[in-house]
């Protein structure tokens, strides 16, 4: 499978980021935890949601989204407040995927500095938005999907 990166910025909740370190294990994405995080990794329900995955897991904790960049990474950046989706974007191995913590979403300035690299998942009119470790899913496998696979 292509790797990709997924970068937690500020996450919130516990089930979540052990829900997504499974999922980084399954796929092989590298999981990156940004900034404070709202629990301790050594939470249970951490511990609980990522099961017996952890090992298989590459995280590497930062304090800024700045310490990530470097030349020739390309990021995206997810959010509800823009009409660029994930399916109008192509992806390539390696891409980054920024997420924001559950209930407050990436900062409004983060996104206005991105332009297209802010994108979306579609969804109903009039819904808030998806939870993050569906949202995480959906935009790992469409990647994957794009990059055929391996």
């Known amino acids: 499978m292509k790797k990709f ?5 500020e996450p919130e909740i516990p089930q979540n980021t052990g829900n997504i370190a499974r999922l980084c294990a399954c796929t092989g994405a590298n999981l990156y935890l940004v900034g404070k995080l709202g629990f301790a990794l050594t939470d249970k329900y951490t511990k609980r949601a990522g099961l017996d995955y952890w090992d298989s897991v590459n995280i590497t904790k930062v304090n800024t989204l700045e310490e990530l960049y470097q030349d020739g990474r390309r990021f995206f950046y997810l959010t509800t407040k823009v009409k660029n989706t994930i399916y109008s974007t192509e992806f390539r191995e390696n891409d980054f995927f920024v997420f924001g ?16 690299s802010a994108i979306t998942i579609p969804m109903q009119e009039g819904q808030r938005s998806l939870n993050l470790s569906n949202s995480v899913s959906i935009v790992l ?10």
């Open 5 to 9: 990166n997924i970068v937690l910025y």
């Open 101 to 116: 913590p559950e209930t407050r979403g990436l900062p409004e300035d983060l996104l206005k500095s991105v332009g297209e």
């Open 141 to 150: 496998y469409e990647a994957i999907r794009q990059t055929d696979f391996c």
